[in-house]
């Protein structure tokens, strides 16, 4: 687990040729168009036992890294691709597809659930203590509230 989205960023940057920016947690709208522009964000989150998004203070802190996104609209009867003019208005309506380290398998979450899960991450929990975990003087701060958005500079792609 790494504590700090900076040292999270740090360590993308020096393994994959990729250009890290540490975010405030980003809106529904800003989150759309990031991922539209092929950005990988990571959020930390609490997890629960079926690895989805909790509200644990902490204690389960995880980073997942999302790539997609589903806007629900029940005023169109068949599904349709995101153009780049895409809002998402209604909060509630908007999911994030996510991978984490827990499974092997893509994950749908509302992003409502894991912005909540993200802005309550305020301390490590008893099993996470040092001297087998180094936590920042500040505690989560670093993490809470927070993203890393990864973008790809390698051009041969």
Not at 28 to 36: C, E, R, V, W, Y
Not at 45 to 59: F, I, M, Q, T, V
Request: glycine share 6%; charged share 20%; net charge negative.
């Amino acid at each position: 687990l790494f504590i700090s989205a900076e040292w999270l960023r740090e360590l993308a940057c020096t393994l994959f040729p990729v250009e890290g920016e540490v975010l405030e947690l980003p809106s529904p709208n800003k989150l759309t168009n990031l991922i539209m522009s092929g950005c990988a964000v990571m959020v930390p989150y609490d997890c629960d036992k079926n690895h989805e998004p909790a509200l644990r203070n902490g204690h389960g802190a995880h980073w997942a890294i999302l790539v997609g996104f589903l806007i629900v609209d029940v005023n169109l009867e068949t599904l349709q691709h995101a153009s780049s003019d895409v809002v998402a208005s209604d909060d509630d309506a908007f999911y994030v597809f996510a991978y984490h380290g827990k499974s092997k398998h893509m994950a749908l979450w509302s992003y409502s659930d894991l912005r909540r899960s993200c802005s309550q991450l305020y301390e490590a929990g008893p099993k996470r203590q040092p001297p087998d975990f180094v936590i920042p003087e500040d505690g989560l701060t670093q993490l809470r509230g927070k993203s890393v958005c990864l973008r790809n500079t390698n051009t041969d792609s």
